[in-house]
């Protein structure tokens, strides 16, 4: 699921085409578009929870390109959390997608470049990293999803590796039969057989993974104290991993 909804991904990569399309303006008025951009796709996808949030930090990224400030991805994740919390608090204990997009983006910020490195064993660099941005979500959202559906996926892995290497030529090619459709009506059909082709093929292949035998777990129980828990224990093994990756350097700067 985390791939077909409105992610942080999909929103930078209209910001960025915006960007580029329009480099020949000066940068502020060309991340102003950008901004603009993104706000009607965020409205286009139904203005879900997640996609929100990824409009907002996306709106925050583009502000600090314009303006030459130092962007810090988990200052913008917390300040836009903070941000949607005081409009709506119930999202916080009522709202899946709020928790899921959180927690899995924060996975994500800090979770990925320790996967990363523990695959280092791993020689192409594009799998290493489809790998390792893959667990870190999943790891991240595991406690949740427990608690809130008491399903173990046992084909998450495979079926998320398979699936993400289409996912920017199925939006590219969406993307242009939209254009077509916009331009040229009677060819969009026919342009847009590629993209109805890949997006069938990603549907598959999620069909089939989640038809597989013994392709999830029950678990019958599993208590919110038990979340707490593992979140705490998620936090540790991320604070140790970043003392250990600092140690080095600190023991580098002491004089001989």
Do not use: C
């Amino acid at each position: 699921m985390h791939i077909v909804v409105l992610s942080g991904y999909n929103v930078m990569i209209v910001a960025e085409g915006v960007m580029r399309s329009l480099s020949f303006l000066p940068r502020r008025m060309a991340a102003a578009a950008a901004r603009a951009a993104i706000g009607v796709f965020v409205l286009a996808a139904g203005a879900g929870i997640a996609s929100i949030r990824a409009g907002l930090m996306a709106g925050l990224a583009l502000v600090a390109r314009a303006t030459g400030r130092t962007y810090d991805v988990i200052r913008a994740l917390l300040l836009v959390g903070v941000v949607m919390l005081m409009h709506n608090p119930l999202l916080l204990a009522y709202d899946p997608g709020f928790q899921l997009s959180f927690v899995a983006t924060l996975g994500l910020i800090l979770g990925a470049p320790i996967f990363a490195r523990a695959l280092s064993f791993v020689r192409s660099g594009f799998l290493r990293e489809l790998l390792a941005s893959t667990l870190a979500a999943q790891v991240a959202v595991l406690p949740l999803l427990l608690y809130q559906t008491g399903l173990f996926s046992l084909v998450s892995l495979p079926a998320n590796v398979l699936v993400l290497p289409f996912v920017p030529l199925a939006m590219a090619l969406s993307a242009g039969a939209g254009l077509a459709g916009m331009l040229v009506p009677a060819v969009a059909p026919v342009l847009g057989i590629p993209a109805h082709l890949l997006l069938m093929l990603i549907i598959a292949i999620a069909e089939i993974s989640a038809a597989l035998p013994l392709s999830s777990v029950s678990v019958p129980q599993f208590p919110f104290a038990i979340v707490v828990l593992a979140y705490t224990a998620l936090a540790y093994a991320v604070w140790r991993e970043s003392k250990k990756k600092a140690a080095p350097q600190g023991a580098a700067n002491l004089p001989a």
